[in-house]
């Protein structure tokens, strides 16, 4: 059965870091993407880039770029994603999902990890 | 702003038909997904590809596609339809993935 579990909930205070993850089990971690999404309080899903475990090509969103890291560390088939100083407007839903390679469909969704960002 | 266009809402009568669309330049090249969220839940596939369901999802789903549209159609919606759906597929370039804003549909 495949599974994304992702780390817990976070609340954190304006300009401190943060490393959330998603652990991949069930299938073959290095042979599919995994890609971070980001969704805000009442808001639609935003892509946010995404990681290839087998050779570590990663590819974000313009509107991401910069901003946050995504990698992963595939001896523990976990996926991470990283911002170095929060601010405010981070606070969001943050889901993991899987990408199988060359498609554009996400066929399984990690529970998702709730970031607040409060000072 | 979102490269995909979804109308904002959509009501059906329980039992009825409703087609939800989704509009875009790159959907003239590139398969469209289709993603269920339901409140406090993460999203849920669909469908995918040429008209593609998981096994889970009920066959009352489909899609089709005319042109820069794509459309979701839900035959005999049920009770446990209503949810927010979502399409996606890869921008203009082809090199990005990108949602529509989403549709929240209403069974009334």
């Known amino acids: 059965e495949v599974q994304l579990v992702q780390s817990g909930a976070e609340v954190k205070k304006p300009g401190e870091s943060l490393k959330i993850s998603c652990k991949g089990s069930g299938y073959s971690f290095t042979t599919y993407w995994i890609a971070w999404v980001r969704q805000m309080p009442g808001k639609g899903l935003e892509w946010m880039g995404i990681f290839y475990p087998g050779d570590s090509d990663t590819r974000y969103s313009p509107s991401f770029q910069g901003q946050v890291t995504i990698s992963a560390d595939k001896s523990i088939t976990t996926a991470y994603l990283q911002w170095n100083s929060l601010k405010a407007s981070d606070t969001a839903m943050y889901y993991c999902?899987?990408?199988?390679?060359?498609?554009?469909?996400?066929?399984?969704w990690g529970q998702g990890t709730l970031v607040t960002v409060s000072s | 702003s979102s490269e995909l266009t979804q109308d904002p809402a959509v009501s059906v009568a329980l039992g009825q038909t409703v087609r939800i669309t989704c509009q875009g330049d790159s959907l003239r090249n590139f398969y469209t997904s289709w993603y269920q969220q339901k409140p406090g839940q993460a999203p849920v596939l669909v469908i995918y590809?040429?008209?593609d369901r998981p096994s889970v999802i009920p066959d009352r789903f489909s899609v089709s596609s005319s042109g820069n549209t794509a459309s979701l159609t839900i035959t005999g919606a049920q009770a446990e339809d209503e949810a927010v759906y979502y399409c996606?597929?890869?921008?203009?370039?082809?090199?990005?993935?990108?949602f529509g804003g989403g549709t929240k549909l209403t069974v009334l």
């Open positions: 590809g040429r008209n």
């Open positions: 996606n597929s890869r921008d203009s370039s082809g090199n990005l993935l990108v």
């Open positions: 999902a899987r990408l199988p390679p060359g498609l554009e469909y996400f066929d399984f």
